[in-house]
């Protein structure tokens, strides 16, 4: 799928449209905003996992936006090596931002760990 996919793209409007509309708001919200700060990703919706993936050119998988019926979850592939006190998981690879429907988006602290994660693996 093109990099200029947007949350409004049909594939990920079906996915998103399976979930509450509180929750689908939120979720294409942090999409957009990903496709804000690296218009290099290209995205993907996964209707197996109910995702939406986000992969670099050059770093490959680097994030996900997970919906969940109660709350978004931005889970980075290799979290566990990035540091932000908004990361929250226990797992040995993967961590995860939790968000709630209507929450800020904190952007500052998102791109930087964007930045990180492509960093990590390019």
């Known amino acids: 799928m093109p990099s200029s996919m947007s949350p409004a793209d049909p594939e990920i409007a079906r996915l998103l449209a399976t979930f509450p509309e509180p929750i689908a708001a939120t979720a294409a919200q942090l999409v957009a905003l990903l496709l804000e ?7 993907r919706a996964r209707f197996g ?11 490959g998988h680097v994030c996900a936006v997970f919906p969940h019926p109660d709350r978004v979850s931005l889970i980075f592939e290799h979290g566990r090596l990035l540091d932000s006190p908004l990361l929250e ?4 690879r993967v961590r995860f931002i939790r968000f709630l429907p209507g929450a800020e988006l904190p952007v500052d602290e998102i791109s930087i760990l964007l ?3 492509i960093a990590l693996k390019a």
Do not use: I, K, M
């Open 37 to 43: 700060l690296r218009p290099d990703f290209v995205v």
């Open 49 to 59: 996992w109910r995702s939406v993936n986000f992969r670099h050119p050059e770093a």
């Open 89 to 92: 998981g226990e797992t040995s």
């Open 115 to 117: 930045a990180q994660a």
